[in-house]
T-cell receptor
Framework: GAVVSQHPSRVICKSGTSVKIECRSLDFQATTMFWYRQFPKQSLMLMATSNEGSKATYEQGVEKDKFLINHASLTLSTLTVTSAHPEDSSFYIC?????????????FGPGTRLTVT | SQQGEEDPQALSIQEGENATMNCSYKTSINNLQWYRQNSGRGLVHLILIRSNEREKHSGRLRVTLDTSKKSSSLLITASRAADTASYFCATDALPQGGSEKLVFGKGTKLTVNP
């Protein structure tokens, strides 16, 4: 249990175009999901918290209009990178909390490698 | 912002040896979690230790937590080449779990040589 999937796993797009990344909880419902970005050889940086049925909460320095988040159902959150630029090239990972053994554990998707040319 | 700092940043050992990685954090926490990430892949949840726990075991993994020193360690015993990966600690800083965010350390890159 507690499987989080992402689609696509890799995407290459041209500057100026938009790209949508999907994050799904396969065997549980997630009212809250998180989106992270990871640059090569660096740690994960939280971009935003996605809340089902309400607006996402963005971390300081993350542009809301550039990284659109929609959490339309209890099993799906999407991140759309709008007007992508080469500096947006990164590894994007989503996650969700799962209640296990009287504590919340956070499980991660396999990530999406975005390359903007 | 980064909460945790892993130490060492890189560790290279021989198969069969033990590997110890440390993590320090700055604020009071509810839980601390350790994750593994193979190159270019997502994170795999290894173990969660609560703030009121001092030690936890899972297979070849042993995690300790010292809240007075705001530090944790991850010990991998009898390491294998397949353990080669980056290891991250992550903390949540609010008293109640479920909706708050995790803050990750910088990670330790472990290489286990066959």
């Amino acid at each position: 249990g507690a499987v989080v999937s992402q689609h696509p796993s890799r995407v290459i797009c041209k500057s100026g175009t938009s790209v949508k990344i999907e994050c799904r909880s396969l065997d549980f419902q997630a009212t809250t999901m998180f989106w992270y970005r990871q640059f090569p050889k660096q740690s994960l940086m939280l971009m935003a918290t996605s809340n089902e049925g309400s607006k996402a909460t963005y971390e300081q320095g993350v542009e809301k209009d550039k990284f659109l988040i929609n959490h339309a159902s209890l099993t799906l959150s999407t991140l759309t990178v709008t007007s992508a630029h080469p500096e947006d090239s990164s590894f994007y990972i989503c996650s969700a909390w799962v209640w296990r053994e009287s504590a919340y554990e956070q499980y991660f998707g396999p990530g999406t490698r975005l390359t903007v040319t | 912002s980064q909460q945790g700092e892993e130490d060492p940043q890189a560790l290279s050992i021989q198969e069969g040896e033990n590997a110890t990685m440390n993590c320090s954090y700055k604020t009071s926490i509810n839980n601390l979690q350790w994750y593994r990430q193979n190159s270019g892949r997502g994170l795999v949840h290894l173990i969660l230790i609560r703030s009121n726990e001092r030690e936890k075991h899972s297979g070849r993994l042993r995690v300790t937590l010292d809240t007075s020193k705001k530090s944790s360690s991850l010990l991998i015993t009898a390491s294998r080449a397949a353990d080669t990966a980056s290891y991250f600690c992550a903390t949540d800083a609010l008293p109640q779990g479920g909706s708050e965010k995790l803050v990750f350390g910088k990670g330790t890159k472990l290489t286990v040589n066959p």
